[in-house]
């Protein structure tokens, strides 16, 4: 329901403003109309946009310094992309070939989609790593067009409903004077840009574990960094932000992968129970004979049997003392000179957890698994002595901004139409095929041919990719 709202107030908020808009422009509104030139602002359907050339001295001034070195960098991506282009096609292949010939297989690329693989509460993440992306990939372009003395005719910002972009204007007619090496430093650029930031992006999250041991540690539990309000695990004497979980039933938690599989773990048939001594519950003289009975009306107690199922005697025992100086198990031989007992639940899906923390006693879950998995979510990291809820968002940031720049790369050097790669394909052929194909119009050929072949090949990797996740 909220994310309706959220769209359906983004749909109000940009119609309304378009709407005044036009409003405005018709009736040649001149304060209004003088606004906008002033300021470079322009509205259309669900964008708002701003450009200016106030940028224009700093990328010039840029790219006068270190001419060689920008030369050198510019180059050292021309290459890199040129290559890059052979295997990003045969990765788009990928797809296809897994949907015509292999069932149930993993899909090498996936889209990332708000709402269906993207929480909406990751909504700030998404936005502002796609405006760093892009940013970066237009700046790149802008950076190489200054040190090839091209002028840019304005750098912006536009607001795509809720996703910040930015873009540059080259002319085009300056573009084509130039050398095919010149051009395609400069197509280049913005993929180039985007490869650095996606392999930054990487050696940090894999660094991270060095960089941040002094504060923050891996493979010691994980840290509890939200829990949704109203659930089971969310109520009084359950989980707490910052908690750390080393256990669960006994299972021990180490990373967010222990978590998930233990989890999974208490999921099986077999239910755990807890060793409890014959004298303790001799001393609670709980023996029961029917299951309407065992602790109808007795609060914090709850109904065991024996994990023997031809001991048909019920105990009603208080939960919490049970599970806390017990060990776990599921049945008898597991115990020593104990008795295994199984808390007797009301459906199927229900189990009773044991949920250690470090330095805090435990927390009792008495639901469904899935509930857990649903809404509680978990850092591998941990921390005495500081919050690790910052280092988290760290890095799904990082996590995203590689995401987002790797594709970013892979979009745009695909041989597709309107699209960087269109350009790079062009330099590409003209400039290191011209010995192969000496004449203008069969390079003209092939680049055509390859347009359309990079153009089917993505559109045919997207839809068969989206068919996947929806079907």
Same mark, same amino acid.
């Given at each position: &329901? ?25 009736? $040649? ?7 906008? @030139?002033?300021?470079?602002? +322009? ?23 270190? !001419? ?16 890059? &282009?052979?295997?990003?096609? #045969? ?6 070939? *897994? ?18 693989? =993207? ?8 936005? #502002? ?11 790149? @372009? ?23 972009? %930015? ?13 095919? !090496? ?10 180039? @840009?985007?490869?650095?930031? /996606? ?9 991270? !574990? ?29 989980? &707490? ?10 299972? =021990? ?34 023996? =029961? ?6 602790? +109808? ?17 019920? $105990?009603? =025992?208080?939960?919490?003392?049970? /599970? ?24 199927? +899906? ?19 698994? *899935?509930?857990?998995? %649903?809404?509680? %979510? ?36 695909? !041989? ?45 990797? &997207? ?9």
């Amino acid at each position: &329901m909220g994310e309706l709202l959220f769209i359906v107030s983004l749909a109000v908020v940009f119609g309304t403003i378009y709407f005044l808009d036009l409003i405005f422009r018709t009736c $040649m509104f001149f304060p209004y109309i003088k606004f906008l @030139h002033d300021t470079g602002i +322009s509205i259309r359907p669900l964008t708002i946009s701003w450009e200016s050339t106030h940028f224009n001295r700093q990328f010039l001034t840029l790219g006068r310094f270190k !001419p060689v070195l920008l030369r050198r960098w510019f180059q050292t991506g021309a290459i890199i992309v040129s290559i890059y &282009m052979i295997p990003v096609l #045969i990765l788009l292949l990928v797809p296809i070939y *897994q949907y015509l010939y292999v069932d149930n297989s993993n899909p090498v690329l996936v889209p990332i989609i708000p709402g269906l693989n =993207l929480p909406y509460s990751q909504l700030f993440y998404y936005a #502002i790593s796609i405006f760093i992306c892009v940013t970066v990939h237009e700046f790149g @372009h802008a950076l190489a067009a200054s040190r090839e003395k091209v002028t840019i005719e304005g750098f912006g910002f536009a607001l795509f409903g809720f996703l910040p972009m %930015a873009y540059v204007r080259l002319p085009s007619e300056q573009l084509k004077q130039l050398s095919l !090496p010149q051009q395609l430093r400069i197509y280049s650029a913005g993929v180039w @840009h985007n490869v650095v930031l /996606a392999c930054f992006a990487l050696l940090l999250m894999y660094s991270n !574990p060095i960089l941040l041991k002094p504060l923050y540690q891996q493979g010691n539990g994980v840290t509890v960094v939200n829990v949704k309000e109203g659930t089971g695990p969310a109520q009084k004497g359950g989980l &707490m932000l910052g908690d750390t979980i080393i256990s669960i039933n006994d299972c =021990l938690v180490e990373t967010v992968e222990d978590w998930n599989n233990c989890l999974q773990k208490e999921m099986t048939d077999v239910l755990s129970g807890f060793c409890v001594s014959k004298d303790y519950i001799r001393q609670e003289n709980s023996a =029961l004979e029917n299951y309407e009975n065992c602790c +109808s009306n007795t609060t914090g107690y709850l109904c065991f049997r024996h994990s023997d199922a031809k001991n048909k005697q019920l $105990m009603c =025992l208080p939960g919490r003392k049970v /599970a806390e100086n017990s060990i776990i198990c599921t049945e008898n031989r597991d115990c020593r000179d104990d008795l295994c007992l199984i808390p007797i639940l009301l459906s199927k +899906s229900e189990r009773f957890l044991k949920i250690q923390r470090f330095l805090k006693s435990p927390v009792l879950y008495l639901g469904p698994i *899935q509930e857990v998995f %649903a809404s509680v %979510a978990v850092s591998p990291w941990t921390s005495e002595s500081t919050s690790v809820q910052y280092i988290d968002m760290y890095e799904i940031f990082l996590g995203y901004i590689f995401a987002f720049s790797s594709g970013l790369a892979i979009m745009n050097v695909i !041989p597709f139409f309107y699209l960087d790669g269109q350009f790079l394909t062009e330099c590409v052929v003209h400039n290191y095929l011209s010995s192969c194909i000496p004449k203008v119009s069969q390079r003209s050929s092939v680049i055509f041919s390859l347009k359309m072949i990079g153009s089917l090949i993505g559109f045919l990797s &997207m839809c068969v990719t989206l068919l996947k996740m929806f079907v």
